[in-house]
């Protein structure tokens, strides 16, 4: 049962030499190379964008937990990432189910994690000048759209969080249900913003809708090439 286990979430363990730089002394080695346009001659407000969304992945935990399970290897690397992105997903919906709303800790964790899921898309393209290249990009895409559900079950906690649209919820899955139609752009009109805060919640959910599918699949449609993550060419 253990090599069943073992060969379902790690695969083909692979002996690999060390890589010269461990996750964190990448990330600074990145934010040297755009404050020294190493792979693009930039300035302005696009340098400054470029250096804190570099900069901003170093004060959440995804790259401490890629710091730590990579000393054993990529696959523990790849596979701690899945169970931190899937425990990402899982935090909101369970504080829909058991209406932990009002647990102010419980609700500044999800916050802060979401932030580094908002964060994570714009890095990888505008900033992405020394990414390792992903063992698997189809891997990296269904990540991508986990993160795009955590997302929505994270919005669908703010709007249960007070009477912020025309009518209360009276099931947990109505938070859902509207955050799902909201970050479609469907909106069938049963629920609507009637506070100025709902109305804010709205406008930054279909922002972020913006940054992840229309600059993401409009960054692979036309193809550019950039230095980093999604240069098929680029080695540890």
């Known amino acids: 049962m253990k090599k069943i286990i073992s060969k379902l979430l790690l695969g083909n363990i692979t002996k690999v030499d060390s890589p010269k730089f461990n996750p964190i002394q990448k990330r600074i080695q990145n934010i040297k190379s755009i404050w020294n346009n190493d792979h693009q001659d930039d300035n ?31 696959e523990y690397e790849d596979l701690a990432l899945d169970i931190y ?4 997903v899982a935090l909101p919906l369970l504080i829909l189910i058991n209406q932990w709303q009002n647990n102010h800790f419980i609700l500044v964790i999800m916050v802060y994690v979401m932030l580094e899921t908002v964060l994570y898309i714009p890095t990888l393209i505008f900033a992405s000048d020394l990414f390792s290249k992903p063992r698997s990009y189809k ?4 990540l991508l759209f986990f993160n795009y559900i955590e997302m929505v079950f994270a919005f669908a906690v703010l709007y249960s969080c007070d009477n912020y649209l025309n009518k209360p919820f009276t099931h947990w899955f109505d938070a859902i249900y509207f955050s799902t139609t909201t970050s479609s752009t469907i909106g069938f ?18 922002l972020f809708v913006l940054l992840y599918v229309v600059l993401f699949l409009n960054f692979f449609s036309t193809k550019i090439k950039s230095k980093g993550y999604f240069d098929q060419d680029n080695k540890e």
Request: no cysteine.
């Open 44 to 74: 302005g407000i696009e340098k400054i964008v470029r250096l804190f969304l570099s900069s901003s992945l170093l004060f959440f935990p995804g790259i401490y937990i890629k710091y730590f399970s990579a000393k054993k290897g990529p």
């Open 85 to 88: 992105v899937l425990l990402k």
């Open 139 to 142: 891997r990296s895409m269904l």
């Open 189 to 206: 009109g049963d629920f609507y913003p009637v506070k100025t805060f709902g109305r804010f919640l709205v406008s930054m959910q279909a």
